[in-house]
């Protein structure tokens, strides 16, 4: 069993990650694999943010405003190298779940997640994502809720 379904295992989630081998990489091949709007796909980005490293969970058709996300988190913010993110949360970047990471990391959650009834998250691989309600995604992640869409 690979480390996330362990971690959903282990915390009795209910929760099931489906493999897609043309990939999931980004939001419009996650959409395309899924067959859902680039909106329910969560990014799990990571950030530093005041030299602490953040995971912002964004919707697919939004680009991160780092200025409202430093309002939060703190100042600066950059985005984190992979080195960072791998170890803060022990996923690769295309892969990072927005909970169950290796360190306790602050989440902030994009306020239009909530627009939707189901979204889709990175399951800690490239090729794998699951779907959850935007409400147990808060409540899993510890998420803060926060408008972090920019223009």
């Known amino acids: 069993m690979k480390r996330f379904e362990a971690w959903l295992a282990e915390a009795n989630t209910g929760l099931a990650v489906k493999e897609f081998p043309q990939g999931t990489r980004t939001a419009a091949d996650a959409a ?16 530093v943010a005041a ?19 430093g309002e939060v988190a703190g100042e600066p913010v950059v985005k984190a190298d992979a080195e960072t993110a791998r170890n803060a949360t022990g996923y690769s970047i295309g892969g990072v779940p927005p909970f169950g990471h290796l360190t306790e990391v602050p989440v902030f959650m994009d306020r239009d997640l909530l627009g939707y009834e189901m979204v889709w998250a990175a399951a800690g691989r ?21 408008d972090l869409k920019g223009a």
Do not use: H, M, W, Y
Request: hydrophobic share 45%.
């Open 32 to 47: 395309r694999a899924v067959g859902c709007e680039v909106g329910q796909i969560v990014k799990s980005l990571v950030f």
């Open 51 to 69: 030299g602490l490293p953040v995971v912002a969970l964004v919707s697919g058709a939004n680009r991160v405003d780092e200025r409202r996300l």
């Open 126 to 146: 490239p090729d794998s994502v699951f779907e959850i309600a935007p409400g147990r995604l808060r409540e899993l992640s510890g998420a803060t809720v926060v």
